[in-house]
């Protein structure tokens, strides 16, 4: 008995707080996905890590003995000073010293990556003009991508996706919710291919140091907005029609955003998806749901007693008009 009563009270404590529950769930299951990318990411690159250091190592020490007339400290001096370039995005190589950073298209390729906050960080402001106004664009520019985009995408999604959708629906007869299961799924097998699949494959052949794999690798981070920056087109020695490949990249990387964002949105808006978020929503407080019963019935109320006034007044206006015989003039009648 006592065994039966604790285990009702234990089944209702976990449905009262099934949402805290859930939540709580969630974000211990996003903490280990965090723990287990960081043993993977460790686990794979250490030892790549390591390599490549006792490479440089050795480099480093032959290059010392093969120029005795060098010190190890001047050495380091002039490597500092080349990877502090670096990371502004000037290359003291031969092989690189005609490609500039901060021409038209490039800064135009640089201003989309900010506003898009994918931030690929080969290119960076050098002066602090140009750190201050980074900081302002970014401030304006960054919600202003959003509204932009937002607005793209709901104008998009009602053509892409509810349309289509509600038309097998009422036309075909089809389940609503199957149709647009099917639907997201073609629709997001239709945006891999052609924005991941084929412009890695074009990647592959413009770029001269660029596989498939590191192609695609580039397509996912670039519209995810991870931007890691390891790989930019574009930025290869004698890179054929620079400019208007620059261009191309930049009109690539609003299109595909745009894409993502669709896709996103119509997997969003699937019905099992609406009711598995809604397990990690707080539910609404039983007094202000009262609240909110008691005015909505207030306003029902008053609207009822309104409507039925109203009818009333439009009864009588509708009734036929039938004129009351006076007194007088029934004795006169009868006095005729």
């Given at each position: 008995?006592?065994?039966?009563?604790?285990?009702s009270?234990?089944?209702?404590?976990?449905?009262?707080?099934?949402?805290a529950?859930?939540?709580?769930?969630?974000?211990?299951?996003?903490?280990?996905?965090?723990?287990?990318?960081?043993?993977?990411?460790?686990?794979?690159?250490?030892?790549?890590?390591?390599?490549l250091?006792?490479?440089?190592?050795?480099?480093?020490?032959?290059?010392?003995?093969?120029?005795?007339?060098?010190?190890?400290q001047?050495l380091?001096?002039?490597?500092?000073?080349v990877?502090e370039a670096?990371?502004?995005?000037?290359?003291?190589?031969?092989?690189?010293?005609?490609?500039?950073?901060?021409d038209?298209?490039?800064?135009?390729?640089?201003a989309?990556t900010?506003?898009?906050?994918?931030?690929?960080g080969?290119?960076?402001?050098?002066?602090?003009?140009?750190?201050?106004?980074?900081?302002?664009y970014?401030v304006?520019?960054?919600?202003?991508?959003?509204?932009?985009?937002?607005?793209?995408?709901?104008?998009?999604?009602?053509?892409?996706?509810?349309?289509?959708?509600l038309?097998?629906?009422i036309?075909?007869g089809f389940?609503?919710?199957?149709?647009?299961?099917?639907?997201?799924?073609?629709?997001?097998?239709?945006?891999?291919?052609?924005?991941?699949?084929?412009?890695?494959?074009?990647?592959?052949?413009?770029?001269?140091n660029?596989?498939?794999?590191?192609?695609?690798?580039?397509?996912?981070?670039?519209?995810?907005?991870i931007?890691?920056?390891?790989?930019?087109?574009?930025?290869?020695?004698?890179?054929?029609?620079?400019?208007?490949?620059?261009?191309g990249?930049?009109?690539?990387?609003?299109?595909?955003?745009?894409?993502?964002?669709?896709?996103?949105?119509t997997?969003?808006?699937?019905?099992?998806?609406?009711?598995?978020?809604?397990?990690f929503?707080?539910?609404?407080?039983?007094?202000e749901?009262?609240?909110?019963?008691?005015?909505?019935?207030q306003?029902?109320?008053?609207?009822?007693?309104d409507?039925?006034?109203?009818?009333?007044?439009?009864?009588?206006?509708?009734?036929?008009?039938?004129?009351?015989?006076s007194?007088?003039?029934?004795?006169?009648?009868l006095?005729?």
């Amino acid at each position: 008995m006592l065994q039966s009563l604790a285990s009702s009270s234990c089944v209702r404590l976990v449905e009262q707080h099934r949402s805290a529950w859930c939540f709580a769930l969630l974000v211990l299951g996003y903490l280990l996905y965090l723990v287990f990318g960081a043993v993977v990411f460790s686990s794979v690159e250490l030892p790549y890590e390591d390599l490549l250091r006792q490479e440089l190592g050795k480099l480093k020490q032959r290059f010392l003995e093969e120029h005795a007339c060098l010190s190890e400290q001047q050495l380091e001096q002039f490597l500092i000073r080349v990877l502090e370039a670096s990371n502004y995005g000037v290359s003291v190589l031969s092989n690189a010293s005609g490609n500039w950073n901060w021409d038209f298209t490039s800064s135009l390729f640089f201003a989309s990556t900010v506003l898009s906050t994918t931030g690929y960080g080969h290119t960076v402001p050098l002066s602090d003009g140009g750190k201050a106004f980074c900081v302002i664009y970014s401030v304006i520019g960054i919600p202003f991508t959003l509204l932009f985009l937002t607005a793209v995408v709901q104008r998009i999604i009602v053509y892409v996706t509810r349309r289509p959708v509600l038309y097998f629906h009422i036309r075909w007869g089809f389940s609503k919710q199957v149709v647009a299961i099917i639907h997201a799924i073609v629709l997001g097998f239709i945006t891999v291919s052609f924005f991941f699949l084929i412009p890695a494959a074009i990647f592959s052949v413009l770029e001269d140091n660029w596989n498939f794999l590191e192609s695609f690798y580039f397509c996912f981070i670039s519209l995810s907005t991870i931007g890691l920056g390891d790989y930019v087109p574009g930025e290869g020695y004698n890179q054929k029609f620079r400019e208007l490949y620059k261009i191309g990249i930049t009109c690539y990387l609003l299109l595909g955003l745009i894409a993502m964002l669709v896709v996103l949105e119509t997997f969003c808006e699937l019905h099992e998806l609406k009711k598995f978020r809604k397990l990690f929503y707080v539910k609404k407080d039983k007094e202000e749901d009262q609240v909110h019963i008691m005015e909505h019935d207030q306003l029902s109320f008053s609207s009822i007693s309104d409507q039925a006034a109203s009818m009333k007044d439009d009864q009588k206006a509708n009734e036929p008009f039938v004129t009351s015989q006076s007194p007088t003039s029934n004795d006169s009648s009868l006095n005729n």
